[in-house]
């Protein structure tokens, strides 16, 4: 049976009120979450599932919202299905604006170019965007030109909340409890850091932030950041002759000497890692320079960040006076040497995407999600569609359906895993 039409008005509904928060996160802060405007969309979800009577609600002094869907199964078969999670997050990229988001529902999407009516320049092209055409005949979701859509994460979140929604109107569906958590502050990689799996109580969970239809991800990259500060001396330049060393330039050498043709985001795919040198803190007796390191095993991670280091100190060389530090800090790691050990939460998965007749669609994450970070802290966590396209941009849209089928495929997942009890 398929549920999606008893879905989508849900998923949609939910989605365009909650794209209208704004809950950028931002990584300068200090503060957990990185901004408090998160919380009022957090809060508005803990009152949400209060009323649609989950048990367990609450919201901790961290933000992270948790709830439990009640078992439909008998107490005692109950006992014996694993209890799972789907977790969602409400931030949004601090790279682009997300105050004032216009949501636009396009009914019945026909193929059309698409202007966005704030900015000229923003249009959305199926010769240049080609997912486009998959989305013919449904409805799509965009936002008006001038900031991102937040599909990435609320379409996720809308799916969530209309899959709880159904789950508790309909008794006769079989399934185990079910525990639900929306997080603060994932886009900035921060999203698990006070999350208490534990407490959380779920064996297996899966988040529900992938791209289009019937996407499955089970591999991200390794990741971690690296700051490289070269230190020069800096004095009155107008008697710097033979004394200044000027940190702004060996840094520009340092960044120049790196591949034009390879390691970086934009000359890269599939399973390739890059370096990206991403920000710079510049002055003339120090500059540092900050670079996100990314390969799909952990030794292809460490071999780039030796180079660097090596590349680092040969420049410094090349400009005598300088010296060099390198700090390398951890981000995430590939969630796959985690979900190796438990085929069998990607079975399930499996089997739910075909059993909604979606074809399924399995790749590498190459990015990072929550599930990288919950998977080693022991809640192997898989990713999953959620009908997010173009995300981190002005042309960021949402495919109706496609929000639809990810809210039936957790549905199903739910069952699945109710049929496995002995």
Known sequence: MSYARHLEAGCVERFLRYVRFDTRSDEASNSYPSTAKQLELLRTLRDELEALGLDDVAMDRHG??????????????????????????????????GHGVEPILHRDYRGQRIQLPHDPDAVLDPEIHPELLEAVGHDIVTASGKTLLGADDKAGVAEIMAAADFLMSRPDIPHGNIRVAFTPDEEIGRGTDFFDVEAFGARFAYTLDGGGRGCLEAETFSADSMRITFKGFNTHPGYAKGEMVNAVKV????????????????TTEGYEGYVHPNSLDAAVDRTSVDLLIRAFDTPGLQ??????????????????????????????????????????VLEIARTAIKDADLELRESPIRGGTDGSRLSFMGL???????????????????????????????????????????
């Open 380 to 422: 192997p966590t898989p990713n999953l569609s959620s009908g997010q396209h173009n995300i981190h941009s002005r042309l960021e849209w949402a495919d109706c359906w496609e929000m639809a089928k990810a809210a039936e495929v957790m549905v199903r997942i739910c069952e699945l895993w109710a049929a496995r009890t002995p």
């Open 64 to 97: 992270y919202v948790t709830a439990t869907i009640p078992a439909t199964v008998p107490a005692d078969a109950a006992a014996e299905v694993p209890v799972i999670g789907f977790v969602a997050h409400v931030d949004t990229s601090p790279e682009m604006p």
């Open 251 to 266: 840094a520009a050498d340092f960044i120049h000497r790196l591949p034009k043709d390879a390691l970086s985001p934009e």
């Open 303 to 344: 071999e780039k960040e030796r180079w660097l280091e090596e590349l680092a100190a040969a420049t410094a060389a090349d400009w005598p006076g300088t010296t060099v530090e390198v700090e390398i800090q951890e981000s995430y790691r590939n969630m796959r040497e985690i979900l190796d050990r438990h085929p069998e």
